[in-house]
């Protein structure tokens, strides 16, 4: 079946400009995570998402950043004024349950910030 | 989630079982292992988890100290399409439903032809 999806593939903005990234994840997959993974980190934890609701934005690395998801289905992550240190490749995780150990991962959005 | 400890990079030849160690001396009772691995360019994959006893799936085996505190993740016949970034994570089960995982910078394997 399909797997997580992520559009755009890639995006290249210009500092201050505002994005937003797509995420469609499994069908019938309740939890979706956002995380971003800098050149040379790891992958650094953003919002975990439980149907449409978010109980946990922690990671959420300033308030120019949002994230909805809406009919517990496709989830946007939005950056407002971005700057430069935004440049990541932002991946989306889903998964079927609650306390679901398998996270299923979409090939992520490479954001660029020139 | 505490921290593990991964060598940065291996190689590992073609056919040859891939080795890949991991400590995590501060592993709390309720903590699982889990392997997840990144092929360039596209997102992390889940592998094996566990939590004291050996497990083997179709992709790996885990192997878990008595004591808990390394484990290791055995690719019996390596192939080049295991060339990837291996990260060992662990992490309490969560009653809320919360997994979010924290991951290290791995191990960068390389299988070599």
């Known amino acids: 079946g399909a797997g997580v999806s992520q559009s755009p593939s890639n995006k290249v903005t210009e500092k201050g400009k505002d994005v937003e990234l797509r995420c469609d994840p499994i069908?019938?997959?309740?939890?979706l995570y956002w995380y971003r993974q800098s050149l040379g980190q790891g992958l650094e934890f953003l919002i975990y998402?439980?149907?449409?609701?978010?109980?946990?934005k922690s990671g959420l690395p300033s308030d120019r950043f949002s994230a909805e998801r809406t009919g517990g289905s496709v989830s946007t992550l939005t950056i407002q004024r971005t700057q430069q240190e935004d440049s990541a490749v932002y991946l989306c995780a889903s998964s079927q349950q609650k306390s679901s150990y398998e996270q299923y991962f979409g090939p992520g959005t490479r954001l660029t910030v020139t | 989630d505490a921290k593990t400890t991964q060598p940065p990079s291996m190689d590992c030849a073609e056919g040859r079982a891939a080795n890949l160690p991991c400590n995590h001396s501060?592993?709390?009772?309720?903590?699982?292992v889990y392997w997840y691995r990144q092929i360039h360019s596209q997102g992390p994959q889940y592998i094996i988890h566990?939590?004291?006893n050996n497990e083997t799936n179709e992709m790996a085996s885990l192997i878990i100290t008595e004591d808990r505190k390394s484990s290791t993740l055995i690719l019996p016949h390596a192939t080049l399409r295991d060339t990837a970034v291996y990260y060992c994570?662990?992490?309490?089960?969560?009653?809320?439903?919360?997994?979010?995982?924290?991951f290290g910078t791995g191990t960068r394997l390389t299988i070599i032809p």
């Open positions: 069908s019938g997959h309740t939890a």
């Open positions: 501060t592993i709390s009772g309720n903590e699982y």
């Open positions: 994570i662990f992490h309490a089960i969560s009653n809320f439903g919360n997994e979010k995982l924290t």
């Open positions: 998402f439980q149907g449409n609701s978010a109980p946990d």
């Open positions: 566990g939590l004291k």
